[in-house]
């Protein structure tokens, strides 16, 4: 962390790069290549190992709208309609949120209708995870 702070403080998240004074490795990643622990997508200089992907356990979190979700969502199709444009948050240009978690199926599996829906939202290399009990 440098003086002024981390070299990334995004909505949801702060991370140190590894670049800046004062920067230690964590114990969870002591003997880690090094090029696996820098981020380019965030930062030009910088490179992001592709096993590292950011997302939410959800994209239903209403208090995002106005920093995530710009469009206006009707509180009855908030959940059903706006993981596209979750899937469409960019941080300098470029896509932040590569995986999503998806809690609507603890109870009950999702239908194949829920299934086309969500494919119908989401890139072709979106993980979604679904929450199961």
């Known amino acids: 962390m440098t003086a002024e702070g981390p070299c990334f403080q995004g909505p949801f998240l702060s991370l140190l790069c590894g ?23 965030l930062w030009p200089s910088h490179t992001l190992s592709l096993l590292i992907q950011f997302g939410t356990s959800t994209w239903t979190y209403e208090g995002w709208q106005g920093r995530v979700y710009q469009q206006p969502y009707a509180k009855s199709t908030f ?3 706006c993981l596209r444009e979750y899937c469409q948050y960019q941080y300098q240009g470029e896509p932040l949120f590569r995986t999503v978690g998806n809690d609507s199926t603890f109870y009950r599996p999702p239908t194949a209708i829920q299934l086309r829906h969500y494919l119908t939202q989401i890139p072709e290399d979106l993980q979604m995870c679904f929450k199961v009990s």
């Open 19 to 41: 670049r800046c004074p004062a920067y230690s490795v964590p114990d969870f990643i002591e003997g880690v290549p090094e090029e696996t622990v820098q981020f380019p997508i």
């Open 79 to 81: 959940s059903r309609e």
